[in-house]
């Protein structure tokens, strides 16, 4: 006569089975930190700056925005796009918009930006906006970007960029601004 099989009697070779599918579940995972530290960061936008493009005051209620970090490695960044950086006196990333390229000079006239001379359009998502010649931009006056960006908040009333702080050397930016992934209401792409 057999003995009864226990519905708690466990077959030979699971816990093998169980084990190798844990390692190559941590694999899967170690795999994905990596690519993730690598390629993307997530940061939330604490100043009005940028508003209404990305908008927050603090932690609690900013935009959570992703930016990726692998495109630039392979191009330079492009006008009007958003860009993040490390602002070093503070320590903080920032986002701002680029408005010049290095080796371009720039001026802001009746609230166009004229790039070497010639008036810049904006993408139509960014025509709303009013751009303010403060800083070195007042009267009309024209600013080398040298071999750095010229970076403007979309909220220039109240940004410090480029206009105060100088064309933003090349070797700060960290990465592209990308997507909005909160809140759900204003999730969306960053860039025109």
């Known amino acids: 006569m057999s003995d009864p099989v226990s519905p708690w009697r466990v077959r030979p070779g699971f816990f093998r089975v169980l084990l190798r599918n844990l390692e190559h579940g941590f694999a899967v995972f170690g795999l994905l930190v990596l690519v993730y530290h690598g390629s993307f960061r997530i940061g939330t936008i604490t100043s009005g700056s940028m508003g209404p493009t990305l908008r927050g005051t603090s932690v609690k209620n900013g935009d959570v925005v ?7 490695r392979f ?10 950086f490390l602002d070093e006196e503070i320590g903080v990333r920032v986002m701002k918009r680029v408005v010049g390229l290095p080796g371009e000079s720039v001026a802001l006239r009746n609230g ?4 070497d001379g010639t008036p810049v359009p904006r993408p139509a998502s960014l025509e709303p906006l009013t751009y303010y010649a403060y800083g070195n931009l007042q009267n009309g006056a024209t600013v080398a970007c040298g071999d750095g960006y010229f970076v403007v908040g979309d ?4 940004s410090q ?10 070797n700060r930016v960290l990465g592209r601004s990308w997507l909005v992934v909160w809140p759900p209401g204003h999730r969306r792409f960053v860039n025109p």
């Open 112 to 115: 166009t930006f004229v790039v």
């Open 66 to 72: 992703v930016t990726e970090k692998i495109s630039y």
């Open 161 to 170: 960029d480029s206009r105060f702080e100088g064309p933003l050397p090349s």
């Open 75 to 84: 191009r330079r960044p492009r006008r009007w796009e958003v860009i993040e």
């Open 155 to 158: 909220d220039s009333r109240d």
